[in-house]
């Protein structure tokens, strides 16, 4: 399961540098790790070329990413990642994938979310009041 940690962690310690974390934002994330992972392993089974499976998904995400609106340079490693496990481990990498960002960034999500930052400055506003 560890497998999917590297372009996620790289994700999450980009998210945590940031103030705010919408659940919109999450959530295309999440789906666009996901969807990579998926479409990386899907192409390489249809492709036994390494390097026109990867002259070709560099392009595509790119593409994706446009089409979503959204920049995450971790996605680019999924297509090399796969070219580095072992053949047995790449069926499960976007269930990992899944698993790995849905958790992660979702305790980051409901941390900005719930923040106690935030929570003590609106009770010290209301005592104040």
């Known amino acids: 399961m560890m497998i999917a940690i590297p372009p996620v962690l790289v994700l999450l310690l980009e998210v945590i540098q940031k103030e705010h974390y919408p659940v919109n934002v999450f959530l295309k994330q999440v789906i666009i790790l996901t969807g990579i992972a998926y479409l990386s392993m899907g ?19 790119l593409i994706i990413l446009k089409m979503f609106r ?36 979702g305790c980051v999500y409901i941390l900005k979310k719930y923040s106690l930052k935030e929570r003590l400055i609106h009770i010290v506003k209301r005592v104040i009041n």
């Open 43 to 61: 192409v390489h089974q249809l492709i036994s070329n390494d390097v026109i499976y990867i002259s070709m998904m560099m392009p595509l995400i």
């Open 70 to 105: 959204i920049q995450l340079p971790a996605v680019y490693a999924f297509p090399l990642l796969i070219l580095v496990i072992p053949t047995p481990m790449t069926q499960q990498l976007g269930l990992y994938t899944l698993f790995a960002s849905g958790f992660s960034l």
